[in-house]
């Protein structure tokens, strides 16, 4: 029998899921890839200033997310959801801070969301406002990095 609308908040939750983890699967390949022949990694240096070393390093995070995510049937789900939280921070500075187009920050804001709503919309016994501030924590971490960053290795 098929299933109709509306959409549970589980499945809604398990969507989201294969989202990050697909996006993240399929950017780690591109960037780890880019070791080969650099394309990627000039291309990120001439726009943000990213030193080369440093886009097949965020291809193998990117990597841990969709391992974490989906291994092990989503055993380690809250590990991959805190990494990207943190790559979500990462990614808002480079585009704040080092990019002309502000508005590009939108796609790692909507993702940023998604890993605080995640736990809320699969049902999980947490607590929202601590797992929140959690999140919001790692993402400032990650912008932090960012500035670190930015006034030390990337020109």
């Excluded at 990213?50 to 969709?66: D, S």
């Excluded at 995640?118 to 016994?125: E, K």
């Amino acid at each position: 029998m098929a299933r109709g609308f509306p959409l549970t908040a589980s499945d809604f939750a398990e969507f989201i899921r294969y989202v990050e983890g697909g996006l993240m699967g399929f950017m780690c390949l591109i960037f780890i890839g880019d070791m080969g022949r650099g394309n990627i990694s000039q291309l990120l240096r001439a726009v943000y200033g990213y030193p080369q070393w440093f886009v097949p390093l965020i291809g193998m995070w990117q990597g841990g997310i969709t391992v974490a995510t989906f291994g092990e049937g989503g055993k380690y789900q809250q590990v991959g959801q805190h990494m990207l939280a943190f790559l979500m921070g990462g990614c808002a500075y480079t585009h704040l801070r080092r990019g002309t187009r502000k508005k590009e920050v939108n796609s790692a804001l909507v993702l940023l969301a998604f890993t605080i709503l995640l736990p809320y919309l699969q049902g999980r016994d947490e607590d929202m406002v601590m797992w929140a501030a959690k999140q919001l924590g790692l993402a400032a971490v990650g912008f932090g990095v960012g500035e670190i960053m930015g006034k030390t290795v990337m020109e």
